[in-house]
């Protein structure tokens, strides 16, 4: 099977910086998009990142200019630069990536665990 691992969350004071990792593993031959989402409580999860296989870009409003996402393909690896981190960018941060096809022919869409970002001081 195909497992998402995320890394790097953490609580940091307002203005501070994290980076997210998020590695794919298994029998996978080929994956597409992929990207963050972030669930903060009470709230719904949200995009907050995407990025194609070519490296095309997308970013919600919110995040523009302070968060950056990249991906080293040769690793199945997604990352999340968060600069000027703010108190509402709290949240559970989830890894996702999209039309995961693998070694028996499935094709499918994967979720990593999450991990917690906390920015307060």
């Known amino acids: 099977q195909v497992q998402l691992v995320e890394s790097g969350g953490g609580l940091v004071q307002p203005g501070g910086s994290l980076r997210l990792s998020c590695a794919a593993s298994?029998?996978?031959?080929?994956?597409?998009?992929m990207g963050w989402y972030r669930q903060a409580p009470g709230k719904e999860r949200e995009l907050v990142a995407t990025?194609?296989?070519?490296?095309?870009?997308n970013y919600a409003d919110s995040v523009k200019g302070r968060f950056t996402i990249s991906r080293d393909n040769a690793k199945d690896t997604v990352y999340l630069q968060m600069n000027s981190l703010k108190p509402e960018d709290t949240a559970v941060y989830y890894c996702?990536?999209?039309?995961?096809?693998?070694?028996?022919?499935?094709?499918?869409?994967?979720w990593g665990q999450g991990t917690q970002v906390t920015v307060s001081s």
């Open positions: 990025v194609t296989s070519g490296g095309n870009t």
């Open positions: 996702n990536a999209k039309d995961v096809r693998t070694l028996r022919g499935s094709i499918d869409d994967y």
């Open positions: 298994g029998l996978i031959v080929s994956l597409n998009d």
